[in-house]
């Protein structure tokens, strides 16, 4: 058990350029999530995924945020037209269905747009 | 909707002191509730949970919390605390959602140690 691994730990971008982060979940996890934590906040659900299905989407993911998938592993997480408030830690988690609520979380990929 | 209070942003105590954070929590069915820990530039470690059974949780680094239905609230202690225990505390509150689980977070608590 490797844990949840998160790619990069930092990005450092300019506004309007586009980024994606990636994610690894723990190996045998189905389900996958992000959150978004903005300075002095807690961390916010921003979408989640079971194997390769997006199953709910919080209405901070605007337009220019999608997340995917692909083959239920590794997930990726793309902003576009990156915004000064997109500046933030976006954390990745992971857990089994059946486990009910909590999960173990990732380092996380801290993101500033300049 | 569901929702958590961290009534305590900064919180400073002195090694070996005895440490309380406060959690509040607001949601219509029981809950399951959740204690982590995140030091700075970092993710967020799991320190206890509570789904049912016994209101008082032990959890990991000698953390304890105690689940009271009547106050709804989920207090976090530790008998001694140690210059490596700060950092900041989440409290967290979960929920079940089309299948899927989602967490709902305080805005944490952040905490100093004095040596």
């Known amino acids: 058990d490797t844990g949840v691994s998160q790619d990069p730990r930092h990005k450092i971008t300019k506004r309007g350029q586009n980024v994606t982060f990636r994610c690894d979940p723990i190996?045998?996890?189905?389900?996958l999530y992000w959150y978004r934590q903005t300075l002095g906040q807690g961390p916010e659900f921003l979408t989640y995924f079971q194997n390769e299905a997006q199953l709910e989407k919080s209405r901070l993911l605007s337009d220019r945020f999608s997340a995917e998938r692909p083959k239920g592993s590794f997930s990726t997480l793309e902003i576009q037209r990156t915004e000064q408030g997109d500046s933030a830690m976006y954390l990745c988690a992971s857990s089994l269905a059946w486990q009910g609520p909590g999960y173990t979380f990732g380092s996380g990929t801290r993101l500033t747009v300049v | 909707a569901q929702s958590v209070t961290q009534p305590d942003i900064h919180i400073t105590v002195s090694e070996g002191a005895s440490l309380e954070l406060r959690c509040n929590y607001s949601y219509g069915a029981t809950p399951y509730l959740f204690w982590y820990v995140q030091s700075p530039g970092q993710g967020l470690q799991l320190l206890l949970k509570y789904f049912s059974g016994d209101t008082l949780v032990q959890g990991i680094k000698g953390f304890e919390a105690e689940f009271k239905r009547s106050q709804s609230s989920f207090n976090l202690r530790k008998p001694s605390v140690h210059w490596s225990d700060a950092a900041e505390y989440f409290c967290a509150v979960g929920i079940l959602t089309g299948g899927g689980n989602k967490l709902t977070f305080g805005t944490g608590t952040q905490l100093k140690v004095e040596l």
């Open positions: 190996s045998e996890h189905n389900r």
